[in-house]
């Protein structure tokens, strides 16, 4: 039971996220809708802490609508991905290597 809500979470968080690029040398996350404000978001590059929104704030990035950019810049080859940190775990949302 417990795997089918697992599941049925990640599906649903899925959607926060509508696309992840790069531009300007930056990671661009691009939120579907307003619901992510209810939610930690989280950035990561080469699997390291990039940056954050949490609960609508964000930390170590601009928040344009639902454009978050964080301050950082990409480092080419480098992977990086976007996920949800729930109370019920961690969902890795979009995974992309920078071109």
């Known amino acids: 039971m417990t795997q089918r809500i697992n599941h049925a979470q990640q599906l649903f968080l899925n959607t926060l996220v509508a696309d992840m690029s790069v531009k300007n040398n930056k990671i ?6 307003e619901l992510f404000k209810h ?5 990561l590059g080469n ?12 930390y170590y990035g601009s928040l344009n ?3 978050f950019t ?3 810049s ?3 080859g480098h992977p990086y991905r976007v996920e949800v940190r729930h ?3 961690t969902y890795k949302i ?6």
């Open 28 to 33: 661009v996350v691009t939120f579907a809708n």
């Open 39 to 43: 939610y930690k978001i989280v950035v």
């Open 47 to 58: 699997n390291s802490y990039l940056a954050e929104v949490t609960n609508g704030q964000n």
């Open 65 to 67: 609508g639902n454009v």
């Open 70 to 72: 964080p301050s950082k």
């Open 74 to 76: 990409v480092v080419h």
């Open 87 to 89: 109370a019920s775990g």
């Open 94 to 99: 979009r995974e992309m290597i920078a071109e």
